[in-house]
């Protein structure tokens, strides 16, 4: 799938950092995952890119599940997967009826809008809580991050600023995340295989890829357990809004 040529040197080393990033992001980072996704589609599309990161990231989820099991329990993941399944269902339809760019501004005003809700937790918390516990907030926010997965693998800011609007610890945050992109992007196997964006050879470089994977979860989960709860959400909430804006206007 990556040329042979002198500049194929240089598409395999940004290769290598998105396989890296994709570790990280997976660690509790996602916001940095938005590197690879703008790596990966100047290299080989944007759709076409979609199918080549999607075995990368459930290597990344096998690396990370284990690693964070006990922080989390199945129950919350089931709350957000049904909307999830919905939201690719509109992801899948969205993919065949706009161009990318639009693609790309939907996305970004998604996390723009979910990183603004976190101004609003500041101002009245106590409101924001109640609504953000409510069964509506939960779907939308789920839908929306299935639609995300499906048409830019870009659910983890979305679901992360959703998460930290339930107050969750940043542990169990990362372990439910775990457990949700496990399944939904299993279940997305079939999807990228029927639109042949999965292939042998894609599949055979993303195993060659594999250790850049490991060792960027592996540093992600060093800096996950020496940053503080602040400064975590602090980060989360910044690469959000980084990435929203990036998508939307540029």
């Not at 989390?72 to 339809?93: F, N």
């Not at 997965?149 to 945050?173: C, F, H, W």
């Not at 990362?174 to 990228?192: M, S, T």
Request: glycine share 10%; hydrophobic share 55%; proline share 4%.
């Amino acid at each position: 799938m990556l040329p042979t040529t002198p500049d194929g040197v240089t598409a395999w080393l940004l290769v290598i950092i998105a396989a890296y990033c994709i570790g990280v992001s997976k660690a509790g980072f996602s916001g940095i995952s938005l590197i690879s996704v703008f790596i990966l589609a100047d290299l080989l599309g944007a759709k076409e890119s979609l199918g080549f990161a999607l075995p990368m990231l459930i290597i990344a989820d096998l690396l990370v599940y284990p690693a964070f099991r006990k922080y989390s329990s199945w129950k919350s993941v089931w709350r957000l997967t049904w909307p999830a399944l919905i939201g690719m269902a509109l992801g899948v339809w969205v993919l065949g009826s706009v161009d990318n760019n639009t693609m790309r501004k939907i996305i970004g005003a998604i996390i723009l809008t979910m990183t603004f809700t976190q101004l609003v937790k500041r101002i009245e918390p106590e409101k924001f809580f109640a609504i953000a516990c409510t069964k509506k907030f939960g779907f939308a926010c789920g839908t929306a991050g299935g639609m995300a997965t499906v048409l830019a693998n870009a659910a983890g800011p979305i679901m992360q600023i959703y998460m930290l609007s339930r107050r969750m610890d940043k542990m169990e945050l990362i372990g439910v995340g775990a457990r949700f992109f496990l399944i939904i992007n299993i279940l997305k196997l079939p999807l990228g295989a029927g639109l042949n964006l999965i292939t042998v050879e894609s599949i055979t470089t993303n195993i060659v890829l594999a250790p850049a994977i490991a060792v960027g979860v592996w540093s992600g989960h060093r800096l996950i357990t020496i940053i503080s709860q602040k400064a975590f959400e602090v980060t989360v909430i910044g690469f959000a809004v980084v990435a929203g804006i990036r998508l939307c206007f540029f």
